[in-house]
Nanobody, 121 residues
């Protein structure tokens, strides 16, 4: 079992930056491949970025978002730069027992409660 708690969301303007964090507890953090997903109103949950042996990004965020993990602090981060209104969503942290970075939600066993990111134009 692993518990995940996201933080760092908020209301920003287009072009601004935000840094999301996800604190993990309950099991060996390094055992898991970690990822960020997001879900906008009326849309399906979509992959944003993942980190295992490699990092992987959705095309829509490449060059703007950076995923990182601090294994000493059991923390997953997402640095989001040059935010756009279409980035508005609830952002979720997720953990998977698979070694590869999966881009579908069904590959992840554990989820946080989500943090709202709203980008105004």
């Amino acid at each position: 079992q692993v518990q995940l708690v996201e933080s760092g969301g908020g209301l920003v303007q287009a072009g601004d930056s935000l840094r999301l964090s996800c604190a993990a507890s309950g099991h060996t953090f390094t055992s898991y491949t970690m990822a960020w997903f997001r879900q906008a109103p009326g849309k399906e949950r979509e992959f944003v970025a993942g980190i295992g042996w490699i990092t992987n990004y959705a095309d829509s965020v490449k060059g703007r978002f950076t995923i990182s993990r601090d294994n000493a602090r059991n923390t997953l981060n997402l640095q989001m730069n040059d935010l756009k209104p279409e980035d508005t969503a609830v952002y979720y942290c997720a953990a998977s027992g698979f070694t590869m970075v999966l881009t579908t939600p069904t590959g992840y066993n554990y989820w946080g409660q989500g943090t709202q990111v709203t980008v105004s134009s």
